[in-house]
């Protein structure tokens, strides 16, 4: 069975994952700082995986191989990163060769690469592409941790309201 599993911060309704973006350009420079433009030019062609939302069994390699990797970035910059355990942990997986199950984009919704659409229950949120499938875990990222924002339903028509669950009070 599988001892680590993740999600790949991918989804058709993200954007942002494609040549001369901002988003691959930040990923270049994640890389760079913590290992170096080599390495940085061979991963950021690999989708990034979330340290945000993960699960791991306690016999799994990968905490071990993330312990070294972030150890080494943590002494190489002499300072803090604040993306420095995300991209040891991409790297760890990848140079070591690490299994990982690989789950969607349901299980840790990036609400900075896409905003959820809500459903017309008027409390489930949902992928903003058909089929719409709900989501399991809303990661607030960025620019969405902050008070309630504008939404749309599946009618098309926007919403107001937080995405923390129980909603906030407006």
Known sequence: GWSFAVVPEVHRSYSGYYAQTPVLDFLFNCYNACYGQE???????????????FVATNAAPHWSAWHK?????????NEPFFFSEQTALNYAIRHEKLPA??????CNWMCNRALPYLALDGTTL???APPHLPLGVIHLTANTKRGVLPILDLAGKPQTRALTYPPLPM
Do not use: D, K
């Open 69 to 77: 990797q972030l150890t080494a970035v943590l002494q190489r910059l």
């Open 126 to 128: 949902v992928e903003p």
């Open 101 to 106: 199950a690989l789950l969607p984009a349901q």
């Open 39 to 53: 390495v940085a030019s061979t991963q950021i062609h690999h989708s990034l995986l979330n340290s945000g939302v």
